[in-house]
């Protein structure tokens, strides 16, 4: 059954878009570095009835995100959409971490996105549709988070690259920008955030979007109409 593959499956907006996925009936992959992570969150989904798979596995490796992967096309099919949610969110200034931190910080922002969508979506394209989304976020660069305005800058380019890419073979490559701190029970709560990745996925061809950007003065979801 194919489903949702959920990277980088956090307590916070991980959880949350994998619940809202859940409740359309979807199976659900959920992929983090962590296990413990990855089984807590799965265990936040039972009341759902969803087939639910946790894997473990560091997006910047790329053999082991393969192998993660496949496991999930094994389970459950060539997935319906990805989400691309792993990061490194820290503050830090210009010259305040070294060259090894930098390339750290971009190979979960950026790279890991990147091989993610190069072992997927061109499984999607045999089909001939599928939905390839990323939490972006810093809609403007700040200097208190320099690494993470790169990463996230890097990030949009890439959902740029991907959509020239794959557009004609059916495929919707999006970001989801979140331009705020995430925490629940604020404007930025998780599972209205959430709410943003399934209005792309399900949107009709004709009116896809490249990006919906969630901000402190954003509508809730559920008056929204794209």
Known sequence: MPGAVILGAGPGLGRAIARRFAREGLSISLIARNRATVESVAATLAD???PVLGLSADCTDESALRTA??????????????????AIIQ???????????????????????????????PKMT???????????????????YVSLSLGKAGLRTLVDL????YLSAGIHVAAVTVDGPIAPGTAFDPDDIAEHYWT?????????????VHTENSMPPSRLRY
Do not use: C
Request: net charge negative.
């Open 91 to 121: 503050a830090d200034t210009v010259g305040e971490l070294s060259v090894s931190d930098h390339l750290d910080a971009w190979a979960v922002n950026v790279v890991g996105a990147h091989t993610a969508a190069a072992q997927v979506i």
């Open 200 to 212: 792309l996925h399900s949107q009709p061809r004709e009116l896809w979007q490249r990006e919906i």
């Open 48 to 50: 759902l009835e969803a």
């Open 162 to 165: 991907l959509d020239q890419e």
């Open 69 to 86: 992967l496949e496991k999930t096309y094994a389970a459950f099919g060539v997935p319906e959409v990805v989400v691309y949610n792993a």
């Open 126 to 144: 045999r089909s001939g549709s599928g939905t390839f989304l990323v939490t972006g976020g810093m809609p403007a660069p700040k200097r208190e």
